[in-house]
């Protein structure tokens, strides 16, 4: 992908007219989430298309570290979402936002309504996070996450071994 720099959470999109996309974190000013173009062999990354698509920027998500990851990338009505992931895995300040743009290249907007799914004890939603969604032959679309066993989402003690 990138050989000069770690990148973290790849994610694939296939646009309608057969352009491939690759989003993916880049770890500057926080993690921030990226967009670029692919090569057809699908490996490659068109340099001179990537962009920055989203970076933190609402309340929700300030709360620690500065972290946008995990996007997916969904066209539907002909507009591209992207969800993303706000926060720290460990704490239930961690959950999910989307933005949305008229070409995978941006620019992105984030939705005033985020977050799209936070922490909700009562519903059993706690610290939900890297997701994806699907579509259904209804055409409902479901949102597919993860989220943490343990309600309290403490901090994991990283030192334990």
């Known amino acids: 992908m990138i050989v000069e720099e ?4 790849n994610s694939f999109f296939m646009d309608d007219d057969g352009t491939p996309y690759l989003s993916f974190v880049r770890f500057n000013d926080g993690n921030n989430v990226w967009i670029a173009e692919l090569e057809k062999d699908l490996i490659t990354l068109k340099k001179e298309t990537m962009r920055p698509c989203i970076h933190v920027s609402q309340a929700w998500e300030e709360v ?3 972290v946008n990851e995990g996007s997916y990338i969904l066209k539907h009505n002909g ?17 999910v936002g989307v933005s949305y743009a008229d070409n995978p290249l941006g620019p992105w907007t984030k939705s005033g309504d985020n977050p799209l799914l936070a922490t909700d004890i009562s ?21 597919i996450y993860h989220r943490h066993a343990d309600a309290s989402c403490q901090k994991p003690n990283w030192d334990r071994v």
């Open 79 to 95: 507009i591209y979402y992207m969800t993303y992931s706000a926060n720290d895995t460990g704490y239930e300040s961690y959950g």
């Open 6 to 9: 770690k990148c973290i959470d």
């Open 64 to 66: 620690w570290p500065r």
């Open 123 to 143: 519903k059993g939603i706690s610290a939900p996070g890297h997701n994806s969604v699907v579509e259904a032959p209804d055409e409902d679309l479901y949102i």
